[in-house]
Every structure is written in C-alpha cells, then in structure tokens.
C-alpha cells in the first residue's frame, strides 16, 4: 500500500515539474530596453516610452531612452488605458518593417507613484 | 501636523503594549487606547480628504475638488502612503477584537502588535502627513481607472484578508511555544481566522478580476501579473492549511503540513506586500511602484517572518504526534495529493513570478510570457478536477471497495453526456473534454453527498462544484474566443466577426473637449440585433478614457470596446485633380500666393471654398456648412493636405471609429464559479460546528 501512494505522489511531482520545466524553457524570452536587441528578429520582451501621437488603430511607436523609435503592431486588443500609460513593455518578433507584438503591459504613472511636484 | 502627532502616539501606544504585555500590567487600556488613536489617524486623513485640504501633500496628489464624496474617501488606498494607514487602522480593529474577546494569549497579541509596529514605521517612511509650502487650490485627482465600483472595494478588502492572517500566524507560533496546548485545541483556534481570511483574500482577489474584465485594460479577467500572482499564492496556500486541518482530526496525521502551508499562507502574505511595494518586479508588472525606503522595512520583515517560521517548524518536532498512513481509497490520501498538487502548482506561479529577478542574478534577463501558465493550468486543472471529483464518494477512513460500484455509477453517466454534448457541439480537444467530464462528475458526485449531509454542511460541497465550474469556465473561455479589430464608418457594415455584422449607426460629439457617444447596432446570424451604447470621455490629463459594451450571456459574452475615434478623413488632391473617398470628392482648382481654391462636392451638395492665405492660421479652416469643417494642414506647390470633418446629423460620413470587438464562451462559469466558492466558504464560517467536528466526522463515514 505504501508503495502505491509514493508512485502516485511521485507521478504528480514528476508530471507538474517536466511540464513546468519544459514550459520554462519555451516561454522564457529576454528582456530588452535595446532596440538593435528588439530587431534582431528573436522572439524579445521590449521596454519603451509611448509615442502617444502615433496610436492608429493597434499600431503604435515606442521610443527607446537613446531617443530610437521603434513601430509596433499589436496582434491583440489594445487596452482602453493606453493613452494614460506613459511606458510600456511589448512581447513579439520584429518582421521586417515593424515589431509585431501579441502582449502589451500597460504602465500606468498614477497607481503608486506620485508625480513631481511644483 | 496631527496627522503625525496621531502617528507618533499610535507608535508609543504599540511599543507600551507590548512591554506591558510581557510585564502583564496595563495591556488592555493601552492596547485599546492604540486602536483608537490608529482609526482616529485615518479618520483625519478621510477627513483631510473630504474637507480637500490639498496642503497636506497626500491630498493633492491624489484628490481634487470636483470628485464626489465616496472618492474622496476612496483616495485614502489610491497612494501607497495612505493605503498603509487604512491597513494599520484595520489591524487595530482586529487588535481590539482580540483584546475584547480576553480569550487571547499574550504572544498573539505580540505578533499581531509587532506586525503593527512594521506598518506603522512603514507609514513614517512614506510621510503621508508632509505638507507643503505653497497652497494649492485644486488637487491632481484620482487615477480615473479607478473610478468604479469594484475598485472602490478592492483594496480595503485585500488589506482585511492580510490584517486577518496575522492572527493564525500568531495561534502558531504561540502554539509551536507552549508546553502544554493540544494540537486539537490550536487546530480550533485558527480555523475561523483562516476560513475569514480565506474569504476575504478571495472577493479580493474575485472583484481585481471583474475590475479588469470591466476596463478590460489589462485584456480578460486574470493576467499573470506578478501583483496577482502574489494573492493567488496566499490564497491557494491557505485552501491547503483548510483542507489539512479535517484530516488531521481524523487521522493524526499531517501536523506539520497544516502548520507548514498556515506559516506559507502568513510568509507568502508578507512577500506579497513587499512584490507590491518594494518595486522589485516593476518592470515586468502593470503597477508602478516606488518604493525604496520601504523596501528596506518590508526586507526586515519578510525575514523576520521566514526565521519565526523555520523556528516554530523545529520546535515543531517535540510535537509530533504518531502518524498513521491514509488508506489508497480515502478522503484523506485524496486531500494529500491534492496537497501536493497546489503547493508544486504555487512554487511554479513563485518561480515564474520572480523569473525576471532569478535571471538577472544569472546574468540574462528573461521574462515569462503567459502562455506559460495556460499550458501548466491543465495538468493542474485536470488533477484537482479529478480530485474533487472522487472526494465525496470516499470516507475519511478506508472506503470499502464493494460500495463504490453504485457511487460511481450517476456521476459517471452524467460524465459521459457531457462528453457527448460536447461531441455533438464539435468539441474534440483533450483537455476540455476530461475536464468536462469530470466537472459533471464532480457535480453530481457532490450533490449525491449533499442528500445525504445536513445542510449545514455543504459549504464544501458547494465551493468544490464552484471549483470546477471555474476550472471550465478558465480552459473553455481561454481556447474560444474571437478577437478582430475594425474601424466602423456611419452605416457601413463591418466584416463579418464571429457570425456578426457590426454597424455605427450614429456617432456625436457631446461637448467641446471632445467627448463623444456612439451607437453601434450588432446583428448576428438570427438578425437579432444589439443596441450597444459606447461613450468615451477625455481626461483632464487629455487622455482618452473608452468605457467596453459588454453584453454578458450564460454561453457567451460580446464585449465591445472603442477607441480613439477619428472625426476626420484627409485628402491630398494635386493641381488640377480630384480625389475622392467616403462618397466625398476634392477638386483642387488652383493655388496662388494669396488664395487656395477647391470644391468640395458629396453626394447631395457642392461647394466652392476659397482660403485666403495672406492672414493668420485660422482662414485655413473654413465652414462651409453647419458641422462640416476643411482644414488645410498643408499646402503645397501644386498639392493640398485637406482634412474634412462632416460631423452633420445623418449625411456625416467622415467618423472613423476603431473598435475592437471580441466574443468570449463561458465566462459566465468563469463568475458562476468564483461565486460559489466564495459562498461555499461563507457558508463554512458560518455553520462552523465548533467542537463536534471529529465525531460529526466519524458519523458519516459510519
């Protein structure tokens, strides 16, 4: 009897930490605030500042701290929040004129943070 | 100035308490006396923000004079200063119900007194009472997102669940301390204080859901932000602590699994706290944080909280109490499993949350997309699904394998129907098809149960099928759904969305900032046609704040949101040429020195428009008609940009208004489910039959 809880036990434990380590290693994707990074056409999670003028539709830019732009298309829905956003981090692949991002994180300046004063 | 003279008693009050607990003279009038004085402090900061008092700092950064009252007060958790008062002030209340109900021992009330002092000097930080040297006549105002009902309620709610949890927190280490209390009697201590916080933490995080589902901002109703994930980790520790306990009174076993997941619920608390605070996954999170002096507390405390922990697990050892293994068939191998499951499942959502801050320590810095947890949801769904599913039909002891023939034999029936629904409706995915299977089980295999307990002791019945629901509710919504983006013109029809043809009937603007009200007519496939009413504001920050049509449904939900419109459509004929487009034509006649000519012409009217350029900016914007407007933004040499905004009642065919338009299945199981569990919890609470527990559970496996 004891055995067959010990196999159980351990058939789950096997079974949720492969999955998950096998998870880990696809879903996981590098972090860039460089955009040379974002356009070099590996899948990348890239930060920037919002271009608000340039919000058509799903396409947007974001501008990088150099000052670099780079175009974004966003597969998804945009959130309704975006032009109270200041900054925002995209997942996607750059193609060959624009990023195309399935993600978008939104983030909001007035949640936490208190603006400058005077 | 009171606000800190307040703060600084509170603070005296806190430390006396805790010398005369230990000296044992004058703890209660002092420990009263602290509860006071903290909700007369957050009292004045409600008060400060009423009465728009926008020298004190706090106030002017997040009030104003126009928002109404009930935002007012709900500006007090707008910032991360004032947040904090209102948790000290909830802390009190629950210290004075302590102190008040005597029963309490004096290291609980240390802990919940310790936790306390960190808040507070966490307060001191912060500063919330600074004011400044100018005065100001009108606030900044409140982030506008969070002008809404659900997260009104949301945070208070949050920090009540986390005053809550200190207490168990408390029970245990007092009880890993002395000699001679029982398990059973610490066992009945917490139950209550983890069932409330349970709760609690659970609407919490139920109404952050309907919140984002409701300004969509953050596109469903969960995300994987790391600011959810660190409630959801509490919140499944503690459904491991709740599930533990019943066992142990049965079987004697599993001690230290009920104190390990309660000290994980109370560790993973503070760590959620400090996630939301310190700032330190703030790059990968939809919140900004700030943060750094308080980083420095919350680091303190968090150690604090993991030493105190491994200590009571060590002291833990001189209680153990004999074991005895669960039989395969029962109730409590079941529980076990499940166990196990929730906690691999909760260092999974751990290490993924903080993979961005394990990567950078390695060198590369890695992000984990949220793909990542819909793939783990299943095994995890599938399994606690299937456990769910078989815990009514087994006893606690050991299950006698003759009488599970005729248990098993409706739910497996109704198991199989809903295989077949699924059949006939087209559905061949694994993962839904055992999950739906098993939630049918589960349902009938519960309500099987149900006839056969008191109902007063269903609450566990009820929040498992609210289980199951929930988990359909998530696989089903999140692999079926219809996401396009369009732009709408007046009575144009749309391409053809998830079986439904969208129409912008009408479209105006309601004052001169620019807000706008629209109405869009959505026909399906049965010419069953919805009226969706849409409305977008500008802020005073002139940004645009669109609020989503959603139409709920038991099978599916048509969510609606718009964008930013646009009123114009731009032409640029050159000399001699026209263009035309949305049924208008530009001519452009001739262009000189002084004058520009075109004629505008749609398909009832024309018009011959002549721009003098020889004077200012504003002759380049003619009216040729009441709400028809052309606006030269350019004027070549033998070419003009001309933007045409006809915005007449009927004729105006100018507005282009983007939406984006999803339908979404079963989210309804989605609430239903959320809801259920939370009942089921409620009903728990409050049917808790204090001490005849163990021989009620005797009785039913008899």
Redesign the interface.
């Known amino acids: 009897?004891?055995k067959?809880?010990i196999i159980?036990?351990a058939v789950?434990?096997v079974?949720?930490?492969t999955?998950?380590i096998w998870?880990?290693v696809?879903?996981?994707?590098?972090?860039?605030q460089d955009f040379n990074e974002a356009m070099s056409g590996k899948r990348v999670?890239v930060?920037g500042n919002i271009d608000?003028d340039s919000?058509?539709?799903?396409n947007f830019s974001i501008i990088s701290e150099k000052g670099e732009v780079l175009p974004v298309v966003l597969l998804?829905?945009?959130?309704?929040?975006i032009?109270?956003a200041d900054s925002c981090?995209v997942?996607g692949v750059w193609t060959d004129d624009f990023f195309e991002a399935e993600?978008i994180?939104?983030?909001?300046?007035?949640?936490?943070?208190?603006?400058v004063?005077? | 100035m009171i606000g800190n003279i307040l703060l600084y008693l509170t603070i005296v009050l806190t430390i006396a308490s805790i010398i005369s607990i230990s000296k044992r003279y004058l703890s209660k009038p002092l420990i009263i006396g602290q509860s006071i004085i903290s909700v007369f402090m957050m009292g004045y900061m409600i008060w400060a923000l009423v009465s728009d008092n926008f020298q004190i700092r706090y106030v002017f950064h997040h009030s104003e004079k126009a928002l109404p009252w009930i935002y007012k007060i709900s500006a007090l958790w707008a910032g991360d200063s004032g947040s904090l008062i209102l948790w000290s002030a909830i802390i009190s209340i629950v210290l004075l119900f302590l102190v008040l109900k005597k029963k309490t021992d004096s290291k609980t009330m240390i802990t919940v007194l310790i936790f306390q002092l960190f808040v507070l000097s966490s307060i001191v930080f912060t500063n919330p009472f600074a004011m400044s040297s100018k005065s100001f006549i009108d606030g900044q105002g409140l982030n506008l997102l969070l002008k809404n009902f659900w997260m009104l309620s949301h945070p208070p709610i949050t920090f009540i669940a986390y005053s809550l949890m200190i207490v168990p927190f408390g029970l245990t280490l007092n009880f890993a301390l002395s000699k001679n209390q029982s398990a059973d009697s610490w066992r009945d201590q917490i139950k209550p204080w983890i069932l409330a916080t349970w709760l609690f933490l659970g609407v919490g995080i139920v109404f952050g859901a309907i919140w984002s589902y409701e300004v969509i901002g953050w596109g469903g109703y969960w995300g994987w932000d790391p600011v959810e994930n660190a409630t959801l980790i509490p919140w499944l520790f503690l459904s491991a602590a709740l599930h533990s306990l019943p066992g142990n009174k049965n079987t004697r076993q599993n001690l230290r699994s009920t104190v390990g997941f309660t000290l994980a619920s109370f560790v993973s608390i503070v760590l959620a706290v400090f996630i939301t605070r310190s700032g330190i996954l703030s790059d990968v999170s939809v919140h900004s944080f700030s943060g750094q002096p308080l980083s420095i507390i919350l680091t303190i405390l968090l150690i604090l909280s993991v030493l105190a922990s491994i200590f009571v697990c060590l002291k833990l050892k001189d209680k153990a109490e004999k074991t005895e293994e669960p039989p395969l068939l029962s109730k409590s191998f079941l529980i076990g499993a499940g166990n196990l499951v929730v906690l691999i499942f909760s260092a999974v959502v751990l290490v993924a949350t903080f993979w961005p801050v394990i990567t950078k320590l390695i060198g590369s810095n890695q992000v984990i997309s949220t793909s990542f947890y819909s793939v783990i949801l299943a095994p995890v769904g599938i399994l606690l699904s299937a456990g769910i599913a078989f815990t009514p039909i087994f006893k606690w002891g050991k299950t006698e394998k003759d009488s599970l023939p005729k248990k098993l034999i409706s739910p497996m029936l109704v198991g199989i129907i809903g295989i077949w629904l699924l059949y006939e409706l087209g559905v061949f995915i694994p993962v839904v098809i055992i999950l739906v299977f098993l939630s049918a089980f589960t349902l009938v295999s519960n309500v099987m149960q149900m006839k056969a307990l008191g109902w007063k002791k269903w609450g566990s019945n009820i929040a498992h099928i609210g289980l199951s629901i929930l988990i359909v509710g998530i696989v089903v919504s999140s692999n079926f759904q219809f996401i396009k983006q369009d732009i709408l013109r007046i009575n144009q029809k749309s391409e053809v969305i998830a079986d439904r043809t969208l129409v912008l009937n009408s479209f105006s603007l309601v004052n001169d900032n620019g807000d706008y009200e629209a109405s869009v007519s959505i026909t399906d496939v049965n010419n069953n046609v919805t009226e969706a009413k849409l409305t977008g504001i500008m802020d005073k920050t002139g940004s645009w704040v669109v609020e989503p049509f959603i139409k709920r449904g038991i099978v599916s939900d048509v969510i609606l949101a718009p964008g930013k419109p646009e009123l114009g459509i731009l032409m640029a004929p050159s000399l001699g040429e026209s263009v035309d487009g949305n049924g208008y034509s530009l001519f452009l006649t001739s262009i000189d020195d002084k004058s520009v000519e075109v004629s505008l012409a749609d398909e009832h009217d024309a018009w011959v428009l002549i721009f003098d350029r020889n004077n200012d900016d504003t002759t380049e914007l003619l009216e040729p008609t009441e709400n028809l407007v052309i606006y030269l933004e350019e004027v070549g040499k033998d070419y003009v940009r001309a933007r045409i905004t006809d915005m007449r009642p009927d004729v105006g065919n100018t507005v282009m208004l983007p939406i984006t338009f999803s339908v979404k299945y079963l989210i309804s199981f989605v609430w239903i489910g959320m809801i259920l569990i939370l009942i089921g919890i409620l009903w728990a609470l409050i049917m808790r039959n204090r001490k005849k527990e163990t021989i009620e559970l005797e009785r039913i496996d008899a």
């Open positions: 009897m004891k067959t809880r159980i036990g789950i434990v079974l949720l930490v999955v998950s998870m880990f696809i879903s996981s994707t590098p972090y860039t999670q930060w608000k919000i058509i539709g799903n998804n829905q945009i959130p309704s929040n032009e109270q981090v997942t993600s994180l939104l983030k909001c300046p007035s949640k936490y943070e208190e603006k004063e005077e």
